[in-house]
């Protein structure tokens, strides 16, 4: 899918500082936020996710997470000197869909194309995903940073990963629905909802605004919302928007570039174990030629997006 949009078109970015950044995010990332829920059922994308396991593992579904994470462990490719981790993919919709497809899933597929072997890579729905890494002790997480578990009180000693450079620069904001005034953070939102992902904790960042804050399970799903006018504002990240919105045809809804909530490289987060160490640096490696031979330029321009916009130059 092609997204004819520049960083022009889609609105100048202003970054926040490092720490006003770290401040916001990690409360955006802690536990779900006790709110009124939209009743978004992510059923069905779990027994997908659940599929998926069982067709690449060739084993019986565990029935917990922690269970999930230690069988999953044994689909990670090896040869006689190399044993890669599994990487868990946070599925989230149309971005990095189950099946493989999507905007993320397609940039790690560019990084390891050429890794020998190739690691074993598996999306699953978000929250199944951190919590199998959580509970698994061995394996990776991607799209994530190791400062942003930390912040979220997710990981208690961030010495103890490791993470890759990073593959994407994302930034997040609050966009408007049709008529609504555009998000700033002194705007009084009483009586105004504003949809975010199951699982954030936007509510805290946004204490004493006045919103009604409802988690949703899936970034179409969240999107319709503000499109058919049954939201106010939602949580958005960029450039993930940009393709969701231009999926639904729609467009990208107004948003105020100072009012950043987050901006950061995010790439693959793993527990530190030797073995882990020596496949970061070769996924470092990988990483590095593919930027260096322009091949993920070209990704980037492909997919509509400038290059010098969203795409890490792995320093």
Known sequence: MTVPRTIAQIRPWVRLSAAATMGIVGMMLT??????????DARSQDRQGLAEHNEASQDKAPQNEATQGQDVQRVAAKTTDVSYPVIYG????????LDGTGFYNDIIKTVMAEM???????????????ATFLNGGKGCLYPSTRSVLKTGKEIDNIDDFIESVP??????????????????PTLDLTGRTVVHARGSAIANAME????????????LDKARLLVLGRADYIVATMPDAAFVFDYL????????????????????????????EAFIKRLNDAYMHQFTEGNLTKFYENVGLRAEDFLPSGE
């Open 90 to 97: 946070n599925s989230w919709g149309l971005t990095l869909a």
């Open 167 to 184: 593959f994407v620069m994302a930034r997040v904001f609050i966009l408007a629905g049709e008529g609504r005034p555009v998000y700033r």
């Open 31 to 40: 536990a779900s936020v006790q709110a009124h829920k939209i009743e978004l």
């Open 116 to 130: 020998a072997p190739q690691p074993s890579y598996m999306p699953m729905p978000y929250l199944r995903a951190k």
């Open 208 to 219: 004493g605004s006045g919103a009604t804050f409802l988690p949703a399970s899936d970034e």
């Open 249 to 276: 045809k729609a467009p990208l809804p107004a948003f105020d570039p100072e009012s950043e909530f987050f901006s950061g490289g995010i790439g693959v987060v793993c527990y530190r174990t030797p073995e882990n």
